[in-house]
């Protein structure tokens, strides 16, 4: 087993600028291994925290590691922060299920991307002025729902019964 080399305090803002390029990059596990390299030395830095959050939902398909992600939304400095970035892991979750489009996918998008909403409505109510930001996700998962007929509650429509 290899032992990590540890990052000087003096490299996390270059290296925070290359896990941010290399989420750009679509290279997502690399951004992760950064962010950890950066929580190591400074397990405090918000900026850091808030990009293996995303690193880890780009990540997110068969075994995502959503509870991994939801584990650091409690080391978020703020309620607007801890709101908005659980609304963000749910929406990718259940983008992820829909990618993979198993039988019932679309009601477990739905129950995740319901969650998301609810995250982001809280997140409204507490962002600073001219941050929409809730807004926006708000809109995106409700585009999502209202576009694809297979995203829709578990008992939507009529009741089935049995005939005697």
Same mark, same amino acid.
């Given at each position: *087993?290899? $032992?990590?080399?540890?990052?000087?305090?003096? #490299?996390? $803002?270059?290296?925070? !600028?290359?896990?941010?390029?290399?989420?750009? /990059?679509?290279?997502?596990? /690399?951004a992760?291994?950064i962010?950890?390299?950066?929580?190591?030395?400074?397990?405090?830095? !918000? $900026? #850091?925290?808030?990009?293996?959050?995303?690193?880890?939902?780009? !990540?997110?398909?068969?075994? #995502?590691?959503?509870?991994?992600? *939801? %584990?650091?939304?409690?080391t978020?400095?703020?309620?607007f922060?801890?709101? =908005? =970035?659980? +609304?963000?892991?749910?929406?990718?979750?259940?983008?992820?299920? /829909?990618?993979?489009?198993?039988? +019932?996918a679309? !009601?477990?998008? =739905?129950?995740?991307?319901?969650?998301?909403?609810?995250h982001?409505?809280? #997140? $409204?109510? /507490?962002?600073?002025?001219?941050?929409?930001? +809730?807004?926006?996700?708000?809109?995106t998962?409700?585009?999502?729902i209202?576009s694809?007929s297979?995203?829709?509650?578990?008992? %939507? +429509?009529?009741?089935?019964? *049995?005939?005697e």
């Open positions: *087993m290899f $032992e990590l080399k540890p990052l000087s305090a003096a #490299a996390i $803002e270059s290296a925070k !600028q290359k896990a941010a390029h290399f989420r750009l /990059l679509n290279e997502p596990r /690399l992760e291994s962010c950890r390299d950066i929580l190591a030395v400074d397990p405090n830095d !918000q $900026e #850091a925290t808030i990009a293996l959050i995303l690193s880890l939902s780009d !990540q997110f398909g068969p075994g #995502a590691r959503v509870t991994e992600a *939801m %584990d650091l939304i409690s978020l400095a703020t309620p922060d801890r709101e =908005y =970035y659980s +609304g963000i892991i749910a929406e990718r979750k259940a983008i992820s299920i /829909l990618k993979v489009s198993n039988p +019932g679309g !009601q477990t998008a =739905y129950d995740w991307l319901r969650c998301a909403m609810d982001f409505d809280s #997140a $409204e109510s /507490l962002s600073p002025d001219g941050n929409d930001d +809730g807004v926006l996700r708000w809109n998962c409700a585009r999502i209202n694809r297979d995203v829709r509650p578990a008992n %939507d +429509g009529p009741a089935v019964t *049995m005939l």
